[in-house]
């Protein structure tokens, strides 16, 4: 499988190895100002506090050879035995689905031009041969013939290694989750602009970490358009392209305020809640305005260790989330959310945490609200642990990319002086823009390899 640079500077340390390297894409960031200086150009320092890994299987590469392909009429299948070692199984009907040829497949767009009206799926096969050039060929029943390429096979074998393995090169699903010991990835800004080395490893880290913070932005508005147009496009919601995190009079939410924000998620009030959340920090406070980043994840598993049952809870009951004013627009907003998103087989999939936007209305059975709290407080109380909390204060032109469906985010309050008031500005993307850019500069950095 490929390893990033990013990967490839990190994984020791990921295993709290000591030993550094020197000048890498991605650095961590400094814990305080006056280590600054002693950790410039020090490797990214991630401490592990578990880790989801799908190491135990690779994606195949290289040149696959067919030694021999045959078909298995009574299991409807056509077995593919490989030269160096081993078979793959494929059924006849997703074959004859995903014939490659110029009649079913749209090459150019790789998109499938077959319609399923007209595919029999339980079709046999007239024979299965291996072509001079080492491709598997089929004829069917109707006289069309599908060639395959081996390479393209081989990684759609259907065997649990090679089907785990191509979803991770796919989604890049590993996480690494984290504590207060984090020493977070950090990037140049402009250099990820510039640079697809950089922005791939910065994108990586972000994916697996689920944070990177990045120094060197112009301060000055505008920089969060910049970067998301590295990416892609920016999300738009009620609260415009952009927006602006200030102490406003009337403000239309919490963060607009000087107070404390607890660790939350934004937007677990819309359907669904952006993916990414990018913040610049134009100006900074006198007084307080640290910021504060908790790895969901860990503490939602720290919580199905602990206190299974409370997990259950937050993984089993919609909770409402509201979300009404004016800003780009009017807007009135409503959803039903799992604090804890789970998928079928129990993985963590995201958090739903926000109590200023958490409703009034709990449209659970009455038996269950006490349960929810005691649930809701059980996991708020290991996210405010200190051991779970990363704190750090930002300068002017420092940038915070961050997973919103993953970390939470909060601030501790701060002091409003003249000339000293506190600006950030934010921007959202979504998982599908991010996940797309890093496919592509992957394939573009990797296209030599």
């Given amino acids: 499988m490929w390893m990033s640079r990013f990967a490839r500077v990190s994984l020791p340390v990921l295993q709290r190895s000591t030993s550094a390297l020197s000048g890498p894409v991605l650095r961590a960031a400094p814990r305080t100002e006056a280590a600054a200086g002693r950790l410039r150009g020090t490797l990214p320092s991630v401490q592990v506090c578990g880790q989801h890994t799908l190491r135990s299987a ?44 110029p009649m079913c497949t749209l090459q150019s767009a790789q998109a499938r031009k077959l319609l399923m009206s007209n595919v029999d799926v339980n079709t046999g096969v007239d024979s299965v041969d291996v072509t001079g050039d080492n491709k598997v060929s089929i004829v069917w029943p109707d006289k069309h013939t599908s060639v395959f390429d081996p390479e393209w096979l081989k990684k759609r074998c259907f065997s649990p290694a090679a089907r785990e393995a191509l979803q991770e090169e796919l989604f890049y699903n590993e996480r ?72 406003k009079q009337m403000a239309n939410n919490v963060a607009y305020t000087t107070g404390t924000l607890s660790a939350h998620t934004d937007y677990p009030a819309m359907t669904s809640p952006p993916g990414v959340q990018v913040l610049h920090c134009i100006r900074q406070a006198a007084e307080g305005g ?23 809870t937050l993984a089993s009951l919609r909770i409402d989330f509201t979300d009404i004013g004016t800003d780009y627009c009017d807007f009135s907003l409503q959803a039903k959310k799992h604090i804890i998103e789970v998928d079928d087989d129990g993985r963590l999939e995201k958090i739903h945490l926000n109590n200023a936007t958490r409703d009034s209305v709990l449209d659970i059975p009455l ?72 496919r592509i500069l992957h394939a573009s950095v990797h296209k030599d390899a």
């Avoid at 697996?208 to 892609?232: C, D, S, T």
């Avoid at 930002?394 to 003249?418: E, Q």
Wanted: aromatic content about 10%; some cysteine.
């Fill in 58 to 101: 690779s994606v195949p590469s290289g040149r696959q050879s067919v030694r021999h392909a045959q078909a298995l009429k009574k299991e409807r299948m056509v077995q593919v035995d490989w030269e160096d070692g081993g078979h793959s199984l494929y059924p006849f009907a997703w074959l004859r689905d995903n014939c490659q040829c």
């Fill in 176 to 247: 690494h989750h984290w504590d207060s010991k984090l020493r977070i990835p950090t990037a140049d800004f402009e250099e990820v602009l510039r640079d697809d080395r950089a922005a791939l490893d910065w994108l990586l880290a972000l994916r697996r970490v689920g944070m990177v913070y990045m120094k060197g932005a112009p301060v000055e508005k505008g920089q969060v358009v910049r970067l998301a147009q590295r990416i892609g496009y920016l999300r738009l919601t009620f609260y415009g392209p952009t927006f602006q995190v200030e102490d």
């Fill in 290 to 312: 640290e910021s504060v980043m908790v790895d969901g994840f860990h503490v939602a598993q720290k919580l199905r260790t602990e206190d299974p049952e409370a997990f259950r």
């Fill in 367 to 438: 038996e269950q609200v006490q349960p929810f709290y005691r649930a809701l407080r059980a996991l708020t109380d290991i996210a405010n642990r200190p051991e779970s909390m990363v704190t750090y204060k930002m300068d002017p032109g420092d940038v915070v990319i961050f997973d919103n469906w993953r970390v939470l985010h909060g601030r501790m309050s701060y002091v409003s002086k003249p000339g000293a008031f506190r600006h950030l500005e934010g921007a959202y993307l979504d998982w599908d823009e991010v996940m797309s850019r890093l």
